[in-house]
């Protein structure tokens, strides 16, 4: 153990708001197909008649239409309203990319009504997809954890309650 110390540790998550710091732009993004990630997709303008809440099965049918296309695992998902966390494990790194940019543009078509003809106004998403590699079991119950509590805390709880509610009833074995 002592000589795993002397390797450089490697950064498991990239895109967000780590994006606006210099040490958050280094580096290429941390991709994993042994492991599960953890996904977050934010948007300030998914409010009132265009939040997530409103259109939860439209957004739910376009994640399930493409990661049946690009054979990625959705093991939960909570839409919060103006952000969907995701955790998903990839069958294939290289389709990362694809998955992203088809379920990224066909949300915002949905949720603006735009189309690929007209000119959309402004960008969608605030920032760019945040992605962190999950690695461990113990990891991979708190991000399974972290995205129930989102879920509930868009059903109405209150962040405290849903964490009591996650704790007491709960899942406790793997997804």
Same mark, same amino acid.
């Given at each position: 153990?002592?000589?795993?110390?002397?390797?450089k !540790?490697?950064?498991?998550?990239?895109?967000?708001?780590?994006?606006?710091?210099?040490?958050?732009?280094?580096?290429?993004?941390?991709? !994993?197909? +042994?492991?599960?990630?953890?996904?977050?997709?934010?948007?300030?303008?998914?409010?009132? @008649?265009?939040?997530?809440?409103?259109?939860?099965?439209?957004?739910?049918?376009?994640?399930?239409?493409?990661? +049946?296309?690009?054979?990625?695992?959705?093991?939960?998902?909570?839409?919060?309203?103006?952000?969907?966390?995701?955790?998903?494990?990839?069958?294939?790194?290289?389709?990362?990319? @694809?998955?992203?940019? !088809?379920?990224?543009?066909? =949300? !915002?078509? @949905?949720?603006?009504?735009?189309?690929?003809?007209?000119?959309?106004?402004?960008?969608?998403?605030?920032?760019?997809?945040?992605? %962190?590699?999950?690695?461990g079991? %113990?990891?991979?119950?708190?991000?399974?954890?972290?995205?129930l509590?989102?879920?509930?805390?868009?059903q109405?709880?209150? %962040?405290?309650?849903?964490? =009591?509610? =996650?704790?007491?009833?709960?899942? %406790?074995?793997?997804?």
């Amino acid at each position: 153990m002592k000589q795993l110390k002397l390797l450089k !540790a490697e950064k498991n998550f990239y895109g967000g708001t780590f994006r606006n710091k210099r040490k958050g732009r280094q580096g290429s993004r941390p991709l !994993a197909t +042994k492991h599960s990630m953890h996904l977050v997709l934010r948007s300030s303008q998914a409010t009132g @008649a265009k939040s997530f809440l409103k259109h939860r099965k439209k957004v739910r049918g376009i994640i399930d239409r493409f990661a +049946k296309k690009y054979a990625v695992k959705i093991h939960t998902l909570a839409n919060v309203g103006n952000h969907l966390h995701l955790h998903l494990q990839l069958a294939n790194r290289f389709t990362y990319e @694809a998955f992203i940019r !088809a379920v990224t543009g066909s =949300i !915002a078509l @949905a949720m603006t009504g735009a189309s690929k003809l007209k000119k959309n106004k402004g960008r969608f998403w605030d920032y760019r997809p945040f992605t %962190r590699v999950v690695i461990g079991f %113990r990891a991979f119950l708190g991000v399974r954890d972290y995205v129930l509590v989102n879920q509930l805390e868009s059903q109405g709880f209150e %962040r405290d309650d849903a964490e =009591i509610v =996650i704790r007491e009833f709960g899942p %406790r074995s793997s997804a």
